[in-house]
Every structure is written in structure tokens, then in C-alpha cells.
């Protein structure tokens, strides 16, 4: 498997590049405002577009969509496919459900729904990484509340519950370079992100809401 993490300008916004060797099938993941580096990588490694996926419909990132699927064969039958989960409020050619898979040459792309930072949000697995859009960030997490519509902290919990059943060497491959390393593993997370400590879902909530405190307190940026 070809991969590759690209910064993305934004808020610190990553993008990424799976593709697979023998085919040279590609899939673009969250391209956001850096859509031309993105395809010039993929195409650097001669690697053809199937697929441009977005974690979630938040504008940061869909905002490269259009860009790549214009120069990838258009919107129409010939060229890549957009996918995104079957609620994400965005017309898209493929929408995914729970645990549905794609083909891309010998990989499987695995697509888990995560909701609670938004809706439509889904994390997407191939092989061993785990790309986790904005639910789990390295040492931190998504923000839920008024400024995020459709947020749920009961849902951005079971959701990040739910990735701590994955096997501990799963790479988590984040959104948003919000931490100390730009990548991380479910192990580590589990050991040292403070909102995957939390026993119960009580104390989640209490953290989330005195997050500015304990980051003072605990001397993080
Ligand atoms: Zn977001």
C-alpha cells in the first residue's frame, strides 16, 4: 500500500493519499485546500483517482472535491467516484453505510460511521491505518456543541468507545495536525489521550467542559 500524509493549509488540515501498487488505484481522502499538491503527489507516484472521500461534510473537508473530480475525468461515469456516508447533506456519486467496504485494487477500504462531531462522520480503515477525520485527533479530540450543528458528545463518545475495540496497533492518522506528533496509535491514545481515559461517560462530559483548565493545568498547546 501506498500512503501519504499531505498538509492541507487550513486549520492545519492533513489530507491523504492510499493507493495500491499493482493497480495504481488511488483514493484521496479530505483534500481541503491544498487539492493541486494532493493530485501532484498521486500523480508523482503514477497513481489514477477512483475515489476522493471526505470523513465528514464539514467545508474544510470537501472544500478540494470539485477540484480533483474535474480534473480526474469530470463528475460524470468516467471519472473518480465521490463517497461519502449515505447522510452527509452533499449530492455524491457513492454513499456508504456502516462497516461498508470498497475495493481499491487488492485493498479494502473499511468504512466505519463515528458520529457525534457531526452526523455524516466516518473514519476510514485500510490495512492497518485508521485515517479518524476530526472524532480522535493525536492527544485530543473533535469539538461537539452550538458552533459544530448536529454535534453529540453521547454519540462522539461511543463513537471513540468503539475505536478503542480496534486492535491497539491501529495507526491513527488525524484530520487536523492539533498534536504533539502527526501520527499516533489506538494504543497510545488509549494510554495517554485524556478524553480516552475517561472511565465513564460522565467524566468525558466534564472534561469536555473544563478542557481549557485541564490543558493550563497540564501544559498543553
Ligand atoms: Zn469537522
New binding site residues.
Partial sequence: MLFRQIRAEGDRNFAYLIGDEATREAAIVDASYAPERVLAEAQGLGLRTRYVIST?S?P??VAGNDYILERTGGKGETGAVEVMHESAPRACRQRVKDNEELELGALRLHFLHTPG??PDHVCVLAAAKLLTG?LLFVGKI?GTGPSFPGSDPRQQWESLQRLLRLDPATEVWP?HDYGVTPSSTIGREAAGNPFLLCKTFEEFLHLKANWAEYKKAHGIA
Avoid: V
Fill in positions: 465528514h464539514h474544510d473537508h462531531h457531526i476530526d473533535g484530520g
